[in-house]
């Protein structure tokens, strides 16, 4: 290193650089960058200023010191987790493209950080409602339900979907949302089947849930510890796995509740449907997926395709490898293809990743075993867990495995 640039790395950074550089930061964690990509990101930033700078991300804080070892300036950034923003997301990394590239300054960026921060929801709440709806319905589709199991759990979803909006603001409320969504999912289940006549129970509640289940969570944990950021991948798995128990303690709830039903539910495998029919929820799930995920409009054709990519590669996959290895190639595929397109349309891979993900996550098989362990099945318990553990493990591989055959241009 040229001895001016040892000297310049060792000045104290200027206050601009330092503010944007930390505004970013909690932007980013704010919708949902997990710790290697974010730390990774807020280092470009550093770098092309000459900054010495050391990043520390766990979901709940963000550290970060400026200076040389023994005179550090160390700030830190106390963040609640936040929803994930694939559209601000792109915003913001195109952001930092600018000012890593020196077409706009720090001051600039800061305040265009706090431009994307205050601009509106794109989609508003009767859309997001209507997702939340079509989401359970094509879930419970795709994990075999039939017409019933279809309707009760769009039903309970969006009757979940309504009490999220009313508790979003009251933080108090918002603490009790999945024990309380799942009791109204699994109550409303037993008496759907007490009231409509024969219908799997368990799909319809599982459905129900979807959109609360923490497969995703569960995924990101597992990636953050392969890739050594072991207090944030430990938290992230604390904390998906509480949300499991919650989910089960409604559920359990709702089920001894619904016994009280003077009519007994009938409880059957679900019919049958045509194949057509899992096509058509697969697009619709993915179509559903987007708008929750708040992607832009024009990325939602690119999304459409990326999941139905990983769906059909974990099925190709589960032929050969298994069911659960076969998300190792469903997010393989995901990964490289992601990665091509994102250098051919220079945006972030995280636009289709993380939806097609969704997808392959093992959210369901997490609250399948939990629900063998409260009926006192331990073994079909435990292994129901270690499938769900392997299935992350395999969906992390996957994406692990397609950045190193297929380098991403960018953190995101």
Do not use: K
């Not at 550089?21 to 000459?50: C, D, K, M, N, W």
């Not at 929750?292 to 490898?321: K, N, Q, S, Y």
């Not at 499938?387 to 996957?398: H, K, Q, T």
């Amino acid at each position: 290193m040229p001895p001016e640039q040892s000297s310049a790395l060792r000045e104290p950074p200027p206050g601009p650089v330092v503010g944007f550089i930390l505004r970013l930061g909690q932007a980013l964690h704010q919708y949902g960058t997990p710790a290697h990509r974010l730390e990774e990101q807020l280092r470009q930033v550093s770098e092309r200023f000459g900054v010495e700078a050391r990043f520390f991300s766990t979901p709940t804080s963000i550290f970060a010191s400026f200076g040389r070892p023994e005179a550090l300036q160390t700030s830190l950034i106390r963040v609640e987790p936040g929803e994930m923003d694939l559209e601000r997301l792109t915003l913001l990394d195109a952001l930092a493209q600018e000012v890593i590239h020196g077409r706009l300054a720090p001051d600039q960026g800061a305040q265009r950080v706090e431009f994307i921060l205050q601009s509106p929801v794109r989609y508003g709440r009767l859309i997001t409602l209507l997702c939340w709806t079509v989401a359970a319905g094509a879930a419970a589709r795709l994990f075999g339900g039939g017409a019933r199991e279809i309707g009760v759990a769009a039903l309970s979803s969006l009757a979940i979907g309504v009490l999220d909006q009313l508790t979003h603001r009251n933080l108090r409320a918002s603490r009790v949302l999945e024990p309380v969504a799942a009791l109204m999912a699994s109550a409303l289940a037993v008496a759907a089947a007490s009231v409509l006549g024969p219908m799997s129970i368990q799909v319809a509640t599982l459905s129900g849930l979807i959109v609360l289940l923490p497969g995703l969570g569960l995924t990101v944990a597992i990636n953050e510890l392969a890739t050594r950021h072991l207090i944030s991948g430990t938290s992230r798995l604390t904390g998906a796995a509480l949300v499991f128990l919650q989910l089960t303690f409604g559920v359990a709830l709702g089920q001894r509740l619904a016994e009280l039903l003077p009519v007994p539910a009938t409880v059957l495998p679900a019919s049958p449907l045509p194949f057509w029919t899992a096509v058509a929820a697969l697009v619709v799930a993915a179509l559903a997926v987007s708008v929750l995920f708040r992607a832009r409009p024009e990325d939602i054709g690119w999304i459409v395709a990326a999941g139905a990519l990983a769906f059909g590669g974990a099925r190709l996959g589960t032929r050969g490898l298994g069911a659960e290895l076969g998300a190792f190639v469903g997010a393989l595929a995901l990964g490289m293809a992601s990665n091509l397109l994102a250098r051919a349309r220079n945006r972030p891979a995280v636009v289709t990743i993380v939806p097609g993900m969704m997808l392959l996550v093992p959210g369901s098989l997490g609250f399948r075993s939990l629900e063998s362990l409260l009926a006192r099945d331990v073994v079909s318990g435990v292994g129901t867990a270690f499938s769900m553990l392997l299935v992350a493990v395999a969906i992390a591989a996957g994406l692990l495995f397609a950045n190193a055959l297929v380098p991403p241009r960018r953190v995101l």
